[in-house]
């Protein structure tokens, strides 16, 4: 009797630890597994797909053959410097319009800053291509439409990847401590000694972030070349689509896309867009 009744007061305990080992188990694994899914599905999956169309040819035999043949051509390497150099005109000219915007934005006093920042928003929940095509009526109407493509193609990056430099820089500038503005006005420096000392180092990581936001994107957009240049301002994102398109040579689109991927890796590691913000924010200083 007394075995018995010991089996039975132990009984809630274990079927207490069951319950709480099952729900340990399934909060911390299953609910990972739709996500897994979707990144093997989704992201890793096309990754291998492209690596292999890279490193074969059609026959499906191994080879460099679609590097060599890439870095060969003067025509690809003049893709790859116009789209190099678009894009770091066009992130030039974001950051020079998006820092005193962000900056002024976030010494707002105002309880209604937000509304001000929504205005700078609100045009990336527009269609594109709405958004190209109303720009480009514009551009139309002032007679640059067909004549300056090169001036274009940068007036139309800078208009649709400019809300994607104005976001990281104000979201840094707004957690800034101002205390150390104020320590730098108390040591004697005045307004510039300040923003150039102590502001600007330390709105280092928005500017690194919004760069990557806004260049990477820059180098493929090809949309914008077609819409505002007429198809004239050769990027590299052009020539990866004609070769999975109207040239079907897939294995040589696969090598160029896999070149950008490297080149979009090299630029965040040079720059630091794989560190955290207070790394990145002290070693700024």
Do not use: H, Q
């Amino acid at each position: 009797m007394a075995v018995s009744a010991k089996k039975i007061a132990a009984e809630p305990v274990l079927e207490e630890k069951k319950s709480c080992g099952l729900k340990g188990v399934f909060r911390r694994s299953f609910l990972g597994i739709p996500y897994a899914l979707f990144l093997a599905m989704f992201v890793i999956f096309p990754l291998l797909l492209i690596v292999f169309y890279a490193f074969t040819d059609k026959n499906g035999a191994f080879t460099f053959g679609n590097f060599i043949a890439f870095f060969s051509s003067g025509t690809n390497i003049s893709n790859l410097l116009i789209s190099v150099g678009i894009a770091f005109i066009t992130t030039a000219v974001c950051l020079l319009i998006a820092y005193p915007v962000a900056y002024i934005l976030s010494r707002f006093k105002s309880a209604r800053t937000y509304i001000f920042v929504l205005l700078f928003v609100a045009p990336m929940w527009i269609n594109f291509v709405l958004r190209a095509y109303a720009l480009r009526e514009i551009l139309n109407l002032l007679g640059l439409l067909g004549k300056t493509n090169f001036l274009n193609v940068i007036i139309g990056m800078v208009y649709d990847f400019l809300p994607f430099m104005i976001l990281p820089l104000y979201t840094t500038l707004i957690k800034m401590d101002k205390s150390l503005e104020e320590a730098s006005a108390d040591l004697g420096g005045n307004g510039a000694v300040t923003f150039f000392k102590v502001t600007l180092p330390l709105s280092v990581p928005g500017i690194i972030s919004g760069a990557m936001m806004v260049f990477l994107p820059c180098m493929s957009c090809y949309v914008i070349t077609d819409t505002f240049g007429n198809s004239k301002i050769p990027l590299i994102g052009k020539l990866i689509e004609t070769m999975f398109g109207t040239a079907s040579d897939w294995n040589m689109g696969s090598a160029i896309a896999l070149i950008m991927l490297v080149i979009m890796f090299v630029t965040m590691l040079c720059t630091g867009g794989f560190k955290n913000e207070t790394t990145a924010r002290g070693n700024a200083l």
